[in-house]
């Protein structure tokens, strides 16, 4: 079990820059620190192993600490609603997605300490309940019949605060044969003592937290004077702005506007809006969704739910443990806090690398920096963080062809719900993880983790992954920048015009409207593109000014989707965009890398054979000392550099007609897998060991404005670049590529003669 | 219904696995894998390293999270694939109520 963990307040920072460190131990109350540059976070024995640079710095030494809590779940608290003092009437419409718990607050005005106020809530089984408590006491009349899952239904309970008179009355928007789900029940309870403020799928509890939180969505809740039935409750709903109901609104909660913001409008009189807390889901269609429209913006008024999660995350707002001051003079690069409460053993890991960014200082200026950038690919590390589909799903011993890996993070993940998923990970309820937020700890974005999802042998993925490159870079002695996917996000290409090279993480997946066009953009004005991984640039993501820290993504229409968003939900909150592939918005990867993500399998890697194209001349420079037939059948990640997840050139989808295929894996296995997008209709073979699509081409293509592109097409390629103490064929292609990349000489964009010359 | 795995027609792939449990496999292996492995609810084997690249032992994942990881702490496992027979070899009893008194390796 893991005995440490923690996270900085950002993912990169400015030489000379202040980053907070907030730390949570499960043993000990003190913890050394210290600050490192990360060159090798890989342990497998098989290959170099951890590396590590200690950069002294004033967080150097022993800290006090203590266990730190995360409070999961998302909530409405609108504190300006007055106490009830008199009869009302609450209406909403509800969407329960979690019926085999129970104690799950739909709405209330209710003081968990003094068990007074009212209360509605849906109980285990999905039974609607009323509880009254005051000074007589606290008594509940529940629902006589359950609701059915995922089923909207309309509630108007009506409570008498003084006599303690309380009515339920539960009726189903679809009415079902043999179905028995209406409700109409009531009875004399306790009054109710006044407790102010508003709270909605979730409530505060006496030692500061907010708990019995409600899965699933509510929609134009209100709460309105005087005694009323669901007649009225049917006229509001049709009649949005009824006048003869001006004067009895209380509050009347209209989700459907600022749907990209945390607000809650109150549309009623007394503008009495309420706050939506970690992250529900926003921009679902409502219970009067009708597929007239798809998006939120067009037709705003079917989209006026909110989806509540009881493990919804955005910010675990812990307390700082280590203000650390990066030095003054700290080249950019990847580093790391350090972080450790006694030594490791079997039973409990006791150290934490805490992973983040030095970029180059702002206003960085062509000339002044290395020429180099990697492009480290935070948005891909936050969309996998917590990973947690070995614990949220099943099947993933099939994918994976061999057992599920739990190491002593995965074990704390577990036992942590509340960390919050990734977004391959569904909600306690089933419903997809739209949102992720790097306000949290994330444990598989670290050193030294070992992933459930990597290819044999070193089975590290994303971040760790990308410390083979990290290795190779320093070892080979290449000064290089950094800078993340937020940063190019928030500075667009003026981050990117200083650098002649970019390189990518071996997964750069996911990536934003922004970043997506600040990179074509460097890439048409002449920039030198390596693409050192697979799968990337495939999903679109959005970021929100209101939710700094965290991204959006909607499981759209096609791709491979661990969830599926529904119909109608396609269109990210945050902004409004179309969400999904960029394959579908018409942006396919192969537009940006040459190369698009074709298939993809876990259990093993294969090899690269050259092809036909390695001998024309404009590649000589690629395979200079490199003769080789077969290239890469070694390596960290599967024992080869082709696996896991592979690309390939396909003009159809925007490869440019000049992309060279210099070489191409072949025996892949059956559990390496042709994707999704790739066919209408299924064929019977779709495995590596039959399916010719499913390859990697190792691709290079020249640009129109004197630039080029080269592309590994496969994640595993970074494992072997260490192989036999770095002097291997990929490591030498790797090499080879570079060099002539960081030359500036202009590559040929005229047709060249028989002799290669332009 | 799918295929069903029987002692007489899948024995000939035990040796293929036991020689290489993680390698491409035949289709016939694959195939008894996939079915192996497929989930039908309850809890689900896992594979806890207490020490990365040395010490393995088998746990259990209850059906909902609420619910403890059970781990096998009496076998310990110096490899994955000393834990990838034994679970096969458990599996194999499963499906065909045979057991296979065997290691993963010969004695030399």
Same mark, same amino acid.
């Given at each position: 079990m893991l005995k440490i963990t923690g996270y900085p307040d950002r993912l990169s920072a400015a030489a000379g820059e202040t980053v907070n460190f907030m730390v949570s131990l499960e043993e000990g109350e003190r913890f050394d620190a210290r600050l490192v540059r990360v060159i090798h976070g890989d342990?497998?024995?098989?290959?170099?192993?951890l590396k590590f640079r200690h950069v002294p710095s004033n967080a150097d030494g022993s800290h006090p600490g203590g266990p730190q809590r995360i409070d999961a779940g998302s909530y409405m608290s609108a504190p300006s609603v007055p106490a009830a003092t008199g009869p009302f009437t609450f209406y909403t419409m509800i969407w329960p997605t979690l019926?085999? #718990?129970?104690?799950?607050?739909?709405?209330a005005q209710w003081d968990e300490a003094s068990q007074s106020g009212w209360r509605v809530a849906m109980e285990k089984g999905g039974a609607v309940s009323v509880t009254l408590g005051g000074p007589g006491g606290v008594k509940t009349l529940t629902g006589s019949r359950p609701m059915v899952e995922r089923q909207w239904y309309a509630l108007c309970i009506h409570v008498d605060p003084v006599s303690g008179l309380a009515v339920l009355d539960q009726a189903p928007v679809v009415p079902y044969a043999l179905a028995d789900d209406t409700v109409s029940v009531q009875a004399q309870l306790v009054p109710a003592a006044p407790v102010p403020g508003l709270a909605m799928a979730g409530l505060a509890m006496p030692d500061g937290t907010v708990g019995a939180h409600f899965d699933g969505k509510i929609d134009g809740p209100a709460l309105i004077a005087g005694r009323h039935g669901p007649d009225l409750h049917d006229r509001m709903m049709t009649r949005?702005? @009824?006048?003869?109901l001006r004067r009895a609104v209380i509050a009347q909660y209209d989700f459907?506007?600022?749907? @990209?913001?945390p607000e809650a409008v109150?549309?009623?009189?007394?503008?009495?809006h309420g706050r939506l807390e970690n992250l529900p889901t926003r921009g679902m269609k409502g219970?009067?969704?009708?597929?007239?429209?798809?998006?939120w913006r067009e037709k705003p008024e079917h989209y006026g739910a909110v989806h509540f999660h009881s493990d919804d995350v955005y910010d675990a707002g812990w307390t700082p443990s280590v203000a650390l001051e990066l030095p003054a003079d700290l080249p950019s690069g990847p580093y790391a806090l350090h972080v450790s409460c006694g030594p490791s053993d079997r039973e409990a890991t006791r150290e934490d690398y805490l992973s983040f960014f030095v970029t180059p200082p702002k206003g960085a200026k062509r000339?002044?920096?290395?020429?180099l950038l990697f492009l480290a690919p935070t948005c891909s590390y936050m969309a996998y963080a917590n990973h947690g589909e070995h614990i949220t799903a099943r099947g993933v011993e099939l994918q994976m062809n061999r057992m599920v890996h739990f190491g002593h993070s995965d074990l704390y993940m577990y036992d942590h719900p509340e960390l919050g998923g990734s977004l391959y990970d569904t909600h306690l309820d089933g419903s997809g993880v739209a949102y992720s937020s790097? *306000?949290?700890?994330? #444990?598989?974005?670290?050193?030294?983790y070992h992933s459930? #999802?990597?290819?044999?042998?070193?089975?590290?993925?994303q971040y760790n992954a990308d410390t083979h490159l990290f290795d190779w870079l320093e070892q080979m002695g290449y000064d290089y920048d950094v800078i993340t996917d937020e940063d190019l996000h928030e500075g667009g290409l003026d981050l990117l015009a200083p650098y002649d090279v970019v390189m990518t993480g071996t997964h750069p997946e996911y990536h934003s409207t922004r970043m997506w066009d600040a990179m074509k953009a460097w890439i048409d004005r002449g920039g030198r593109l390596?693409?050192?991984?697979?799968?990337?640039?495939y999903w679109r993501v959005a970021f929100s000014d209101h939710y700094p820290g965290a991204i959006e993504l909607r499981r759209a229409? $096609?791709?491979?989707?661990p969830w599926i968003s529904e119909p109608?939900?396609?269109?990210?909150?945050?902004?409004?965009e179309y969400g999904g592939l960029w394959r579908r918005i018409g942006r396919a990867p192969n537009v940006m890398a040459g190369v698009g993500f074709v298939a993809q399998g876990f259990d093993f890697s294969s090899y690269y054979r050259r092809a036909?194209?390695? $001998?024309n001349p404009r590649a000589a420079f690629i395979f200079e000392g490199v003769p080789d037939e077969?290239? /890469? $059948?070694?390596? *960290?990640?599967?024992?080869?550099?082709? /696996? +896991?997840e592979l690309d390939c050139i396909n003009t159809d989808l925007g490869?440019?007609?000049?992309? *060279?295929?210099l070489a191409t894996s072949e025996l892949?296995?059956?559990?390496m897998l042709l994707v999704n997008?790739?066919?209408g209709v299924v064929p019977p073979a779709l495995g590596g060991d039959q399916n010719m699509q499913v390859r990697a081409d190792m691709a290079f293509g020249e640009t129109p404005a004197g630039g080029a592109i080269f592309a590994?097409?496969? +994640?595993?390629?970074?494992?072997? #670049?260490?192989?036999n103490g770095y002097d291997n064929n990929v490591s030498r292609i790797t090499g080879n590529v570079l060099k002539r990349f960081l030359d500036p000489a202009p590559f040929p964009t005229a047709p060249l003669g028989k002799d290669g010359q332009a | 219904m799918v295929y069903r795995i029987t002692a007489e027609a899948d024995r000939q792939h035990i040796e293929e696995f036991r020689a290489n449990?993680?390698?491409?496999?035949s289709p016939g292996l694959q195939r008894m894998l996939n079915i192996m492995r497929t989930?039908?609810?309850g809890d689900q084997y896992i594979l806890i390293a207490r020490v990365e690249f040395a010490e393995f032992v088998i746990g259990r994942m209850p059906e909902h999270r609420e619910d403890p990881i059970v781990v096998e702490e009496d076998m310990v496992f110096a490899t994955r694939e000393e834990a990838e027979w034994e679970l096969f070899c458990r599996r194999w009893k499963q499906h065909?109520?045979?057991?296979?008194?065997?290691?993963l390796k010969d004695e030399a």
């Open positions: 342990c497998n024995p098989e290959g170099p192993g019926l085999r #718990l129970g104690n799950q607050t739909i709405a949005p702005g @009824d006048p003869s459907s506007k600022k749907i @990209d913001t109150d549309i009623g009189p007394f503008a009495r219970w009067n969704w009708t597929g007239e429209s798809h998006s000339g002044e920096r290395p020429r790097r *306000l949290r700890p994330i #444990l598989n974005f670290t050193a030294q459930w #999802l990597g290819g044999h042998g070193s089975a590290v993925y390596m693409y050192m991984g697979g799968n990337g640039w229409e $096609d791709g491979i989707r109608g939900e396609y269109y990210h909150s945050f902004t409004g036909p194209d390695a $001998d077969i290239i /890469g $059948d070694f390596g *960290l990640v599967g024992g080869g550099a082709a /696996g +896991i490869s440019p007609p000049n992309m *060279l295929r892949h296995g059956s559990m997008e790739e066919f590994t097409a496969s +994640i595993a390629w970074c494992g072997s #670049l260490s192989h | 449990p993680i390698a491409p496999h989930w039908t609810g065909t109520g045979e057991s296979l008194n065997m290691p």
